[in-house]
C-alpha cells in the first residue's frame, strides 16, 4: 500500500473572503491550505500542530496589521522559524523595508500574478526545508561531539585510575555516588550532569606521579608522601584553563578534591565553603568507595563501618551538611555497590591516599 504524501501546509491571512479564495484556488492542488481572516486568528492556527510551513500574510486588516502579526509570529518561539511572505496592495518602497526588516522572507504586491506567487512559495518551502535539514544535521553533529568530549574525559580518567593499578569502576562508583549525592541536595540537574562528567578526572594528576611512590606497596615516607601530594595541581595543569564548564568543574574537583573542611588538607588548606562545592562531594566519594572497596592491602569496610567513618569525619574531613545528606541515601548507595560491584579477579593494589592519611 502506497503511503499517502504529506503536502505542505500553507497558512493564508487575508481579512478579504475572496482574496483567501483566490489564494486558495492558486495553490490548493500543491499544498494544504489554511485560512485565517484577522491576525488574532493566524496567531492560533499558525501554533496548532501540525504547524504551517509557510504563511502568506495581508497587511491592511483590522485591528491587527499584518506588521503586527509578523512581529507576534517572530516574538513566539513556536512560530518565529515559519517564513513569512506578505502579499499586499501596500507597494511603496518603505512598506517593503519594513516588511523584510520585520522578518519575512519575501514581499509580493496585489494583484497576485500566479506565476510568481506558485515560484516564490515554492522557492521558499524548498529554502527553509534546507535549513530545517540544516539545523537538524548541525544539532546531531553537535550531540555527537558532546557525547565524545564526555567519551574522552571518561577514557581519560580511567587511564589515570589503571596508571594506579585500580579498575575503572572506582571513577564509575565515585561519580554515581558523588551524583546521587548532588541531586539529594537539589543542585540544577546540568549541575549535576556536569559532576557525573566531570568527576572521573579527579585522580588524572597521578598521571605525573613516579611509578616508585604511586606504586609503592608499603606505607609511603615522609618525602614520598610530599610528592604524592602533588597530584592534584598536576590534574589541574592537565587540565588546564578553559570557559567550558565542564572543565571547569573537573579542575576544580582534580584540584580540591584532597582539601578537608578543618583547612588541613592539601594542596592549599582552604576550608569549608573556600572549597568549591563540586570538589566537597567528590571527597566524600572518593573515600567512601575507597573503605568500600576491597583492595589487596585491606578487606572492603561494610556500608555501615563506612558510615561510621564519615559521620566521625564530619567537621573535620567532610563537610557535615553534606555527609548528613549522604547518609540519607542508604538505599540508592548499595543499589550503586550492588550494580557496579569490583569483579574478585580484577582487585588491584593501591595506595592509602584516598583517605586523607
Known sequence: ?????????????????????????????????????????????????????????????????????????????????????????????????????LGAVDYISKP???????????????????????ESLVQLRTQ?????????????????????????????????????????IDQPAHWCQLFLSAAPMHDIGKIGIPDAVLLKPGKLTAE???????????????????????????????LYHHERWDGTGYPNGLSQDQIPLCARIATIADVFDAL???????????????FNYLRDGAGSQFDPLLVTAFLECKAEIIDICTQFAEPTSRLAAVTAVELND
Not at 39 to 56: F, Y
Not at 60 to 83: A, V
Not at 224 to 237: C, F, L, N, R, V
Not at 292 to 306: E, F, G, L
Request: with cysteine; aromatic share 6%.
Open 112 to 134: 497576485v500574478k500566479p506565476a510568481i506567487l506558485e515560484a516564490r512559495v515554492k522557492t521558499h518551502l524548498t529554502l527553509a526545508s534546507r535549513a530545517n535539514q540544516l
Open 1 to 101: 500500500m502506497t503511503q499517502a504524501v504529506t503536502k505542505p501546509i500553507v497558512l493564508v491571512v487575508d481579512d478579504s473572503a475572496d482574496n483567501i479564495q483566490i489564494l486558495h484556488g492558486l495553490l490548493s492542488d500543491k499544498y494544504s491550505i489554511r485560512a485565517a481572516t484577522s491576525g488574532a486568528k493566524a496567531l492560533a492556527l499558525a501554533a496548532i500542530e501540525p504547524m504551517p510551513d509557510l504563511i502568506l500574510l495581508d497587511v491592511m486588516m483590522p485591528e491587527m496589521d499584518g506588521f503586527q502579526t509578523c512581529i507576534r509570529l517572530k516574538h513566539n518561539p513556536l512560530t518565529r522559524h515559519i517564513p513569512i511572505i506578505f502579499v499586499t496592495a501596500k507597494t511603496d518602497i518603505v512598506d517593503e523595508r519594513t516588511g523584510f526588516e
Open 292 to 306: 568500600t572497596t576491597p583492595r589487596t592491602y585491606k578487606t572492603a569496610w561494610s556500608i555501615d563501618d563506612a
Open 144 to 184: 555527537e561531539l558532546e557525547s565524545a568530549r564526555y567519551k574522552i574525559i571518561h577514557k581519560l580518567g580511567r587511564a589515570a585510575e589503571f596508571r594506579d593499578n585500580e579498575t575503572g569502576l572506582h571513577i564509575i562508583r565515585m561519580s554515581q555516588y558523588g551524583y546521587l549525592l548532588a541531586r539529594k
Open 224 to 254: 614520598e608522601y610530599i610528592i604524592i601530594q602533588t597530584h592534584p595541581a598536576i590534574g589541574a595543569k592537565i587540565i588546564g584553563d578553559d570557559d567550558d564548564p565542564l572543565l571547569v568543574m573537573a579542575k576544580e574537583i582534580a
